[in-house]
């Protein structure tokens, strides 16, 4: 018996549910119907509209009217709403719409003399069954001649997507949902208005054959009225949403024109920014953008001067050439600012270019032509070093660059060596160091580093740094040269190393008049005595059977300085096996 009250009650819910989503019978409808002298027929239509069993009220706007259509209509059984003054179909319409209550609203014309029940329910019933949020309608009658001669031929340059039969049609539904996104013209072009209104926003819109229709047809000077409401409606809609600009030539060239400004903007922010993508390639639609935005500014300026050469109508062409370059001259002002600022901080080198933003250091190395690359760097964020890595630094590649070193190379702080290792995934911007070096370096855990001001932080550090070698005996000696950190560049000298005769090395660093080691194995063989006027550039260390020459070469330019005796090793040889 439990089951099978269970059963009963299911059926119950599941009955309810579905009558009350029947036809949308739990949806108020409201008709509303603007009427201006029409006391001769407004009582008919009021008196069918309050026939059909969908219409729980019906309103009935009195625009200024001085015959009995208040009387007839409030006899009928309508609510009446008054203007003082006749003020057009369009805002009767909206006053109605202000004071209706339905869920669901239709507009109908007074004059309607043959209206019937089943032609409101056709207007009504699409949208209760769901299936449309606007019901326009078309019917057989006499004329349509606004209609053909000009609502048609403009919806069809500007709006050709729109194919209604009758755009014009007085008669419509619509939910009050749909209604509340769509702008009520004053006039006789709220009907077209709302037809396009609708076609933008995408509201489902459905064109419903209500039969014959008879109402008394306008004369030529009524004809003349609607169609200047209807033609300014349709272009200011087509204004409003664009079609226009989409079709004139000078539209094309501002629109061009802000593309290409805006290429150029996205690829100067992008190579400054975003590093998932090669700085080249920002580079490359740039230089696209740029020529975009070059070509069609000229070509909008030859149009132009050629629209501002006229004498009728300067005025106006002025505003309107205002008007219309306002935007492409916004853009231009923002790639100006972009470049400016990003550019404002360049820094020029004898070696390269830096320019340094808030986010990021691009660097274009210039030294040689098969070294011209393009590298956003930085900023870094100073963290503590890990657990048991007291004498390491992890340190990103871009710093490493920047400073000019590699990972395995050390610096000595305070006396003390920390070998530099690579960052741990997902930590490239971070710079984890120990204690004693930041505090030494007056760093705080938290600081932020830019590219730019890394060699300021790490001025006058002593590094021991590899280089790299080559020749026969590449394998069996490792080069490691003392350098100190110099903030900017200067001249220093080019130093190559020899082993009989065969080049192992070059390298470059500014030096000082004074005294410099060389070691073998971490011993000292060797004290060398330079002095920048002095006419000895070459210097020998015997090894074995094997010589060492260290050739003081031509002047370069370098930013760092070759460590003297004081500081550390200036060069330190590690040799393993036999030489050859």
């Keep these: 018996m439990q089951n099978l009250s269970w059963l009963i009650l299911i059926i119950v819910f599941l ?93 109908i014309d007074a004059d309607l003399e043959n209206l019937t029940i089943n032609q409101v329910d056709n207007m009504i019933k699409p949208i209760l069954d769901g299936k449309a949020d606007i019901t326009k309608t078309k019917f057989k009658r006499e004329g349509g001649r606004v209609t053909e001669l000009t609502a048609k031929p403009l919806l069809n340059f500007f709006f050709p997507e729109i194919k209604f039969d009758q755009p014009l049609s007085g008669q419509f539904a619509a939910k009050r949902v749909a209604l509340n996104k769509i702008r009520f013209e004053e006039d006789y072009g709220v009907d077209v ?82 590093r998932v993508i090669p700085a080249t390639i920002w580079i490359i639609i740039f230089i696209v953008g740029m020529v975009l935005a070059i070509y069609y500014i000229f070509k909008l ?47 020029v080198d004898d070696g390269k270019i830096s320019i340094e933003p808030n986010s990021g250091n691009l660097i274009i190395w210039k030294n040689s032509s098969d070294n011209r690359t393009f590298d956003v760097r930085g900023p870094y964020t100073v963290d503590s070093a890990l657990e048991n890595e007291n004498t390491s630094i992890r340190i990103s590649n871009d710093a490493l660059a920047t400073l000019g070193l590699n990972y395995g190379d050390k610096l000595y702080i305070m006396g003390q060596g920390y070998v530099l290792n690579q960052p741990r995934p997902g930590e490239e911007s971070i710079m984890r160091i120990p204690l004693q070096v930041r505090q030494s370096l007056y760093l705080d855990v938290g ?17 021991q740094k590899n280089i790299t070698t080559s020749g026969s005996n590449a394998n069996n000696v490792t080069l490691q040269e003392g350098i100190i950190i110099q903030n900017n560049e200067a001249v220093g000298r080019k130093v190559n190393v020899f082993i009989d005769n065969e080049k192992l090395a070059t390298t470059s660093g500014l030096m000082d008049n004074g005294s410099y080691s060389i070691y073998i194995n971490d011993l000292k063989v060797k004290t060398i005595q330079f002095n920048d006027k002095s006419s000895l550039n070459e210097y020998f260390v015997q090894w074995g059977t094997h010589e060492i020459k260290i050739e003081i070469g031509d002047y370069v330019t370098s930013d760092v300085k070759f460590a003297p005796v004081s500081v550390g090793k200036f060069l330190n040889f590690s040799i393993n096996g036999t030489l050859s």
């Design 193 to 274: 208005g709302i037809v396009l209104d609708a076609d933008v926003q995408g509201l489902r819109i459905k064109e419903v054959d209500i039969g014959d229709i008879k109402h008394q047809m306008s004369n030529l000077a009524d004809l003349n009225v609607v169609a200047n409401e209807v033609v300014r409606t349709i272009v200011d809609r087509a204004m409003e949403y664009g079609r226009v600009t989409m079709m004139d030539s000078m539209g094309k060239y501002i629109r061009m024109g802000i593309l290409g400004l805006s290429l150029s903007s996205l690829g100067v922010f992008g190579v400054f920014f975003i």
């Design 301 to 347: 300026i030859k149009r132009s001067i050629h629209m501002l050469m006229r004498h009728e109508g300067r005025t106006q062409s002025l505003k309107s050439f205002t008007y219309m370059h306002f935007p492409i001259l916004v853009s231009g002002i923002i790639l100006i600012a972009m470049l400016s600022t990003l550019l404002g901080a360049v820094n």
């Design 447 to 463: 600081d932020v580093i830019q590219d730019g001001n890394l060699r300021k932080v790490f001025n006058n550090i002593h590094a």
């Design 15 to 107: 009955v309810a549910a579905i009558k009350n989503n029947g036809e949308g019978s739990h949806l108020r409808v409201s008709v509303v119907i603007p009427a201006y002298n029409e006391e001769g027929n407004v009582a008919h239509v009021v008196k069918t509209a309050l026939s059909c069993k969908y219409v729980q009220e019906v309103v009935v706007v009195d625009d200024g009217s001085f015959d009995n259509t208040y009387e007839k209509a409030k006899i009928a059984g309508a609510s009446i709403i008054r203007h003082t003054t006749n003020q057009g179909k369009g805002a009767a319409l909206k006053t109605g719409f202000k004071h209706s209550n339905g869920d669901i609203v239709a507009f």
